[in-house]
């Protein structure tokens, strides 16, 4: 078993850039450098293609990033390992119904909250998946049970 080596580049994107280190709540800390780095980027973009591209690729480098990093440290899914929140909140960044502050918020709020009560299938999935996928996938799967409300409130408001 071994320490997190932020010199490490493997380790150092696992970690959100650092942010995992950060306590408490190391995900909610990914999940924000995930929501800034998305804002930056969309105003850069603007284009849900580029979404779809980063998302793709930082996907299958995630499923190897948390692996190596799972392998290394000796624990699946240490908290520390933020890539998956990051990449998550890269995926609703494909289709948010609005491009705003307050849909950036909400968008930060649903999926912090559904990344912690992990409602089913996500608990399921979080148990059964091991490996890099399975980090990576449950978290994809709280941005979809994110993507749902805020299109729930974009339709009802």
Not at 91 to 104: A, D, K, S, T, V
Not at 120 to 146: C, H, N, T, V
Request: hydrophobic fraction near 55%; proline fraction near 4%; aromatic fraction near 20%.
């Amino acid at each position: 078993m071994m320490n997190i080596n932020l010199k490490n580049p493997i380790h150092f994107l696992a970690v959100g850039f650092g942010s995992g280190l950060i306590k408490p709540a190391p995900g909610t800390w990914g999940s924000l450098i995930g929501l800034l780095l998305a804002i930056f980027l969309w105003y850069l973009t603007a284009s849900p293609l580029f979404f779809v591209v980063l998302s793709s690729i930082s996907f299958i480098l995630g499923c190897y990033l948390c692996e190596k990093t799972s392998q290394d440290l000796g624990v699946h899914d240490d908290g520390r390992i933020v890539w998956d929140e990051i990449v998550a909140i890269f995926c609703l960044f494909i289709c948010l119904p609005e491009y705003n502050w307050l849909y950036y918020v909400l968008t930060f709020l649903f999926f912090r909250l559904f990344d912690i009560i992990k409602p089913y299938p996500i608990r399921y999935f979080d148990q059964q998946l091991k490996g890099g996928l399975g980090i990576m996938f449950d978290d994809i799967l709280a941005a979809i049970y994110s993507l749902i409300s805020l299109y729930l409130i974009y339709w009802v408001f």
